[in-house]
């Protein structure tokens, strides 16, 4: 059996993976995507954290977080982004999946997986890695052939502060895909 701890860390830098049920492409819809970034954005109202990197896939999603110093509960944040989002995209008319009893006994919607998957950063390496794994994600997928041409991501934001080149792991000028060495993170998507 596995042996699944939260860490914790007031002030602490994390990497999430967050998943819909049934990997449904819930953002595929302009629709869903606008909800997510309004509810992202209404939760860090109340609970302040740092968005340091983000990419939103069709079924997924991953962000590195920064809490603040007195705090590291990254949990309760998570959940409120969750529930908000939940409660906007069917009142806005968005359909969930089909649940199982159990998960509708427990009055659960089929719009995300019940759990997420995070990861405590450990240093500026592993730091940089998980934000280099972000940015390629839609490439990783099949979304895009080039990190710039995905439009759901902080890769534009990054690429205006002077840390990435346009270039980076670009197939548009060469036609030659490079596919880097992300051995070390797991993307662990499924529940």
């Known amino acids: 059996m596995p042996d699944f701890r939260r860490y914790f860390t007031p002030g602490g830098t994390f990497f999430f993976t967050v998943v819909t049920h049934n990997r449904h492409p819930i953002f595929c819809s302009d629709k869903a995507r606008e909800l997510l970034r309004?509810?992202?954005?209404e939760i860090k109202k109340g609970k302040t954290f740092e968005s340091l990197a983000f990419?939103?896939?069709p079924e997924h999603f991953h962000c590195i977080w920064r809490l603040p110093q007195?705090?590291?509960n990254f949990t309760v944040r998570m959940a409120c982004i969750k529930k908000m989002f939940t409660k906007l995209?069917?009142?806005?008319?968005?359909?969930?999946?089909?649940i199982s009893k159990t998960r509708q006994k427990h009055r659960e919607?089929?719009?995300?997986?019940?759990?997420?998957?995070?990861?405590?950063?450990?240093?500026?390496?592993?730091?940089?890695?998980?934000v280099n794994y972000i940015h390629y994600n839609p490439v990783k997928h099949n979304l895009a052939k080039c990190p710039h041409e995905w439009p759901y991501s902080t890769f534009h934001r990054w690429m205006r502060d002077g840390y990435y080149q346009q270039e980076w792991l670009c197939v548009c000028k060469s036609g030659k895909l490079y596919k880097p060495d992300f051995d070390n993170i797991k993307d662990t998507v499924g529940e």
């Open 109 to 130: 919607k089929g719009i995300w997986q019940k759990r997420f998957w995070e990861h405590t950063i450990r240093d500026e390496d592993d730091y940089i890695n998980h």
């Open 55 to 57: 990419v939103l896939l």
């Open 70 to 72: 007195e705090d590291g």
């Open 89 to 98: 995209w069917l009142d806005n008319g968005g359909e969930e999946v089909q």
């Open 38 to 41: 309004q509810s992202i954005q």
